[in-house]
Nanobody, 125 residues
């Protein structure tokens, strides 16, 4: 059974930075696509960014391009989301999601089988 460990949320002022981590464990899969989604109160879940650990191909939502950077460590089955120039509208619960051995790279939540519990990111103005 795949297990997900998320870390790195918190409270930051507008313009600040946070780094989220998502680590997969507990399975024998060789590769993952790892994505970050976010959901603010009263809003739909939004796909923020994703990465294929094998090729390091990446996806970004338009709302975070130029501010967020996703990276991966294939040996550790871990992805990192560096969030810079944070805005109050980035406030949400951020969820890590992953799919083993996938060729999909994008924001469709139905393409990801495993989900973390979520970590709160709050950006104050």
């Amino acid at each position: 059974e795949v297990q997900i460990a998320e870390s790195g949320g918190g409270l930051v002022q507008a313009g600040g930075s946070l780094r989220l981590s998502c680590a997969a464990s507990g399975s024998a899969f060789a590769d993952y696509t790892i994505a970050w989604f976010r959901q603010a109160p009263g809003k739909e879940r939004e796909g923020v960014s994703a990465i294929t650990l094998r090729d390091a191909d990446t996806y970004y939502a338009d709302s975070v391009k130029g501010r967020f950077t996703i990276s991966g460590d294939r040996a550790k089955n871990t992805a990192y989301l560096q969030m810079n120039s944070l805005k109050p509208e980035d406030t949400a619960v951020y969820f890590c999601a992953l799919e083993p051995e996938s060729v999909y790279l994008g924001p469709d939540p139905q393409e990801y089988s495993y989900w973390g519990q979520g970590t709160q990111v709050t950006v104050s103005s």
